[in-house]
C-alpha cells in the first residue's frame, strides 16, 4: 500500500501562483511515477503533470509552459508549481502513484503526455485550487 497526502491547496488570483505538494509513504519502490490530476465539478479527471524516477517529467498541454512537476526522490514527494493561473485552473487536485514503473506516457502532438488515470492504482484524497479572476 501507498499512502498519498496533498497539501499547499487555496485560493490565488489569477495570474497568481501555488505550490502543491504531495508526500508518499508506505510502500513506495526504488521506481515510481508520481503525477498530478484535477477535477472540477461536472467534468473528468485529467491530467496536469507527471514525474517519475528515471528523472523524465511530462505536461498537458494545458500545464506545459505554465506548471511545473518536480520530484524529490529522497522526501518521496512530489512537487508542482502553477504559475499564471486562470480561471480554469480551479479543480481538486489529486496525487497519483505507480510503483515498479516509470511514468508509462504516451506521445501525442510531438509531446510526452502523462498516463492516464487509470494507470494508477493509489491516489490522494485531494487538495482544493480556486483561482479567482
Known amino acids: 500500500q501507498v499512502k498519498l497526502v496533498e497539501s499547499g491547496g487555496g485560493s490565488v488570483q489569477s495570474g497568481g501562483s501555488l505550490k502543491l505538494s504531495c508526500e508518499a509513504s508506505g510502500d513506495t519502490t526504488s521506481e515510481y511515477c508520481l503525477a498530478w490530476f484535477r477535477q472540477s465539478p461536472g467534468r473528468e479527471r485529467e491530467g496536469v503533470a507527471a514525474?517519475?524516477?528515471?528523472?523524465?517529467?511530462m505536461y498537458t498541454n494545458s500545464a506545459r509552459g505554465r506548471f511545473t512537476i518536480s520530484l524529490d526522490v529522497a522526501k518521496n514527494t512530489v512537487y508542482l508549481l502553477m504559475n499564471d493561473t486562470e480561471p480554469a485552473d480551479t479543480a481538486t487536485y489529486y496525487c497519483a502513484a505507480d510503483v515498479n514503473v516509470p511514468c508509462l506516457g504516451y506521445y501525442s502532438g510531438g509531446y510526452l503526455q502523462p498516463p492516464a488515470p487509470a494507470t494508477f492504482v493509489y491516489w490522494g484524497l485531494g487538495t482544493q485550487v480556486a483561482v479567482s479572476a
Open positions: 514525474a517519475d524516477t528515471d528523472g523524465r517529467t
